[in-house]
């Protein structure tokens, strides 16, 4: 592992508008808090039962698909639209999938891993979808594994759904880098080097980029990369929304 100094973390561009990213990202925060309200007093989640022995706890249809994500597919979509015209075109080809294709994306998306570089839009809107029952599911079973995966779990997958980390962040209590679901917002712990997207553990393989409290670290293995916030000198909790946004903008240059 080396702290390159000839790379550094610069702005994705000078002209970006920081407050539009924060806009976009609080408006879809407003619709996944109303989702999860709406779940839950109309009881509309049902989970299979869970194994908490066995990781992923979100195991092949533990989470039924049906017109209820649909419909909010579609309600995300037209957010979205709305907040980003430039893209309207893109943006009404996916929404305007039927209920058999929105079936198939989410099963892949859900247990098998939808991350190809030409589904981005669809995995952004699939991700926006299913976040408020993926997060309910984790606040049911999540805090049952606790314990176990703070002592025994190093994986680089989410124990919760098996998605791969978006964000981390050094822990101000022991130091210890912490991952951060995309979907379900789960945090566990990692190996403080090794890349948690291909999993190598060699730090050789990983450079890492520093600029204030934010860091990326950047596998040469695969290609992949994950942003780490440095929350040992800071104040106050990880607040995934803030820490999301602010490291969106930042790519190494
Ligand atoms: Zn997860
Ligand atoms: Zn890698």
């Known amino acids: 592992m080396s702290d390159s100094t000839e790379k550094t973390l610069v702005r994705l561009s000078e002209n970006l508008d920081l407050a539009k990213v924060y806009r976009i990202a609080l408006a879809f925060y407003r619709e996944e808090r109303a989702e999860i309200k709406k779940i839950r007093k109309n009881k509309l989640l049902h989970f299979r039962d869970v194994d908490i022995s066995k990781f992923p706890l979100m195991q092949d249809l533990s989470l039924s698909i049906d017109k209820e994500y649909f419909f909010y597919f579609k309600k995300i979509a037209a957010a979205l639209m709305h907040l980003e015209p430039s893209i309207e075109d893109q943006i009404r080809k996916e929404?305007?999938?039927?209920?058999?294709?929105?079936?198939?994306?989410?099963?892949?998306?859900?247990?098998?891993?939808?991350?190809?570089?030409?589904?981005?839009?669809?995995?952004?809107?699939?991700?926006?979808t299913y976040?408020?029952?993926?997060?309910?599911?984790?606040?049911?079973?999540?805090?049952?594994?606790?314990?176990?995966?703070?002592?025994?779990?190093?994986?680089?997958?989410?124990?919760?759904c098996w998605a791969a980390a978006d964000i981390?962040?050094?822990?101000?209590?022991?130091?210890?880098?912490?991952?951060?679901?995309?979907?379900?917002?789960?945090?566990?712990?990692?190996?403080?080097?090794?890349?948690?997207?291909?999993?190598?553990?060699?730090?050789e393989s990983m450079d890492i980029y520093v600029k204030g409290d934010k860091r990326i670290y950047?596998?040469?293995?695969?290609?992949?990369?994950?942003?780490?916030?440095?929350?040992?000198?800071?104040?106050?909790?990880?607040?995934?929304?803030?820490?999301?946004?602010?490291?969106?903008?930042?790519?190494?240059?």
């Open 95 to 128: 929404k305007n999938i039927g209920f058999a294709e929105f079936k198939a994306c989410s099963y892949r998306f859900l247990y098998e891993g939808l991350i190809k570089e030409s589904d981005q839009l669809l995995f952004f809107l699939l991700n926006k």
């Open 131 to 160: 976040r408020p029952a993926l997060i309910m599911f984790k606040n049911r079973y999540g805090y049952r594994i606790k314990s176990y995966i703070k002592e025994n779990y190093r994986d680089n997958r989410c124990p919760v």
């Open 168 to 203: 981390g962040y050094l822990s101000s209590e022991d130091s210890a880098r912490i991952l951060v679901c995309p979907r379900c917002d789960m945090q566990w712990r990692y190996l403080r080097t090794g890349c948690s997207v291909c999993g190598t553990k060699e730090s």
């Open 218 to 253: 950047y596998c040469k293995k695969c290609g992949g990369s994950l942003p780490v916030i440095d929350m040992r000198e800071k104040f106050g909790d990880f607040n995934p929304i803030t820490e999301r946004v602010e490291a969106s903008i930042l790519k190494i240059g």
